[in-house]
């Protein structure tokens, strides 16, 4: 069995309202602590999940490999003829 409940109110009355810590460095400092810091490389990038049979993925991986670059690369190559192909600008 687990211990007594704590009342929210209770405990931000006990704290007197400031913050632990480590939840005061998330505010100041933006980052959360225990988290891997965002390579310069996604900063401003947004994650898009994809799902490929298995046969397709390996023949991307297969094709990156040939042309000396990665599977980011090709889906950006990708997107952009997309983009072309409806009259958007290629920013991928």
């Known amino acids: 069995m687990s211990g007594p409940k704590t009342d929210l109110k209770d405990a931000l009355q006990r704290s007197g309202g400031k913050l632990p810590a480590s ?3 998330v505010q100041e400092n933006g980052a959360s602590p225990g988290l891997r810091q ?3 490389s996604r900063m401003g990038k947004k994650p898009v999940t994809v799902y490929y ?8 991986k297969v094709l990156a490999a040939e042309l000396e670059t990665t599977i980011q690369g090709l889906h950006e190559e ?3 003829g997309l ?4 009259g958007k600008p290629p920013i991928a």
């Open 83 to 86: 983009f072309e192909k409806h």
């Open 23 to 25: 939840e005061r460095e």
């Open 78 to 80: 990708a997107l952009n």
């Open 53 to 60: 049979e298995k046969a397709a993925h390996l023949q991307l």
């Open 38 to 40: 965002q390579s310069a």
